[in-house]
């Protein structure tokens, strides 16, 4: 796996009509999120404001609707699960060339959806726990398990196959995925900063139209990564698949070879 070729690959497929419609559904679920957060009644945040405030969701924001904790936190779960369906359904879409078959992209979703779910809770818990035990095994963890997400939404695994998988697809190629997980990170960051440089005059003429922005941002960088990893997944396998073959071939006579 070229991981120059797969950042490129990854802008491509993002840029594509397909990316830039999926795109607006991330959008949509990202919004979701964002008004979820800034509805949550200012007594269910008291704690994460008086300890965390950095973390916690502005007070009154411009987004934020008459709800209750629950109605808040409710919505909150929806856009999470719309996201993971993001990531299911952009792996099914971006990782195809042309247009899917009918009924691929909504083939067994909701259990998708559920899997990709608990697949990705699993891998906060480990990435959480690795990172305080001196930060390696958490980046260990992260290019063993991330790409999960494509056996869940292309084989229709569950999580447990899905991680093992994962883990044997990884093996000997921990270093590249190591490499492309910070390229991505490194044009994340780039895109957010211009992003937020762009953003920060609106931020005196319009607060909502500010916070709109941002979450547009964050939609296209949302899209961005599930292009990659469906790129980077796609030429793993392929890596993988060569590396097979050559193993079926390699204790044979090259005179016996076509």
């Known amino acids: 796996m070229n991981v120059l070729e797969t950042l490129r690959d990854g802008y491509a497929r993002a840029g594509s009509?397909?990316?830039v419609a999926l795109?607006?559904?991330?959008?949509?679920?990202?919004l979701a999120s964002t008004v979820g957060l800034q509805s949550q009644p200012a007594e269910a945040t008291a704690a994460l404001r008086e300890q965390f405030p950095e973390l916690a969701p502005p007070a009154d924001g411009p987004l934020a609707l008459p709800l209750s904790a629950g109605g808040a936190s409710a919505l909150s779960l929806?856009?999470?699960?719309?996201?993971?369906?993001?990531?299911?359904?952009?792996?099914r879409l971006l990782s195809t060339d042309g247009v899917p078959a009918p009924g691929t992209v909504t083939r067994n979703l909701g259990r998708a959806i559920?899997?990709?779910?608990a697949g990705y809770l699993l891998l906060l818990v480990l990435l959480a726990v690795g990172t305080a035990l001196f930060v390696l095994p958490g980046l260990f963890a992260l290019v063993s398990f991330a790409f999960f997400v494509g056996f869940v939404a292309l084989e229709d695994e569950g999580v447990v196959s899905a991680y093992r998988h994962s883990w044997e697809l990884a093996g000997g190629r921990r270093l590249r995925i190591g490499l492309l997980f910070l390229g991505l990170a490194l044009a994340a960051l780039l895109f957010t900063a211009v992003a937020g440089m762009a953003l920060s005059p609106l931020l005196g003429v319009s607060e909502?139209?500010?916070?709109?922005?941002?979450?547009?941002?964050?939609a296209v960088v949302l899209v961005y990564a599930v292009a990659v990893l469906s790129?980077?997944?796609e030429r793993l396998r392929d890596d993988a698949a060569t590396a097979e073959a050559d193993d079926e071939f390699a204790d044979i006579d090259d005179e016996l070879l076509p």
């Open 23 to 30: 795109t607006g559904l991330a959008f949509l679920f990202q």
């Open 208 to 218: 909502l139209g500010w916070w709109l922005g941002n979450v547009a941002a964050s």
């Open 17 to 19: 009509p397909t990316g």
């Open 231 to 233: 790129a980077g997944f």
């Open 114 to 117: 559920l899997h990709g779910l």
């Open 78 to 91: 929806l856009a999470t699960l719309g996201t993971v369906a993001v990531f299911v359904v952009g792996f």
